[in-house]
């Protein structure tokens, strides 16, 4: 397990989700805290995995937050907070290079300006 880093909104500055934990195995969660005075006030992201019904397939649920926060008589204090949740099943019948594309494309898909854009605004394209 590693750390995730990733791009803020300029382009240029990275932002840091330490990794927590492991997963246990089937079911239990990854974890990974963002950057924040304490935890409490950081951005989180989780991770578990585990068979669907008929073992056709792996579903993945990625879950998280990001918290806006703001001083209050000195202390940073969560004002509102963006929840992240999302699905995947995939399944077992399909070569891992078509699997290894289909997660790519996925991904850059949501990391694309257009999705980028939508989910600063909340609203969809039109």
């Known amino acids: 397990m590693a750390n995730i880093v990733v791009k803020k909104a300029d382009g240029t ?3 840091t989700f330490t990794a927590l934990s492991a997963s246990p195995g089937d079911g239990g969660f990854a974890q990974w805290r ?3 005075s304490m ?9 578990k995995s ?3 019904g008929p073992k056709t397939g792996r579903q993945v649920e990625v879950s998280g937050n990001s ?3 703001t001083l209050v008589n000195g202390v940073d204090t969560v004002i509102s907070q ?3 949740r999302f699905s995947v099943t995939v399944p077992t019948n399909m070569p891992s290079s078509f699997a290894a594309d289909a997660a790519a494309v996925l991904a850059n898909a949501i990391a694309s300006q257009l999705l980028k854009d939508t989910v600063s ?3 969809a394209p039109t």
């Open 13 to 15: 500055t990275n932002y």
């Open 67 to 69: 918290p806006y926060v």
């Open 50 to 52: 585990r068979w669907n």
């Open 39 to 47: 935890p409490s006030v950081a951005a989180n992201l989780r991770v």
């Open 121 to 123: 605004t909340g609203f």
């Open 82 to 84: 963006v929840p992240l």
């Open 34 to 36: 963002g950057e924040g």
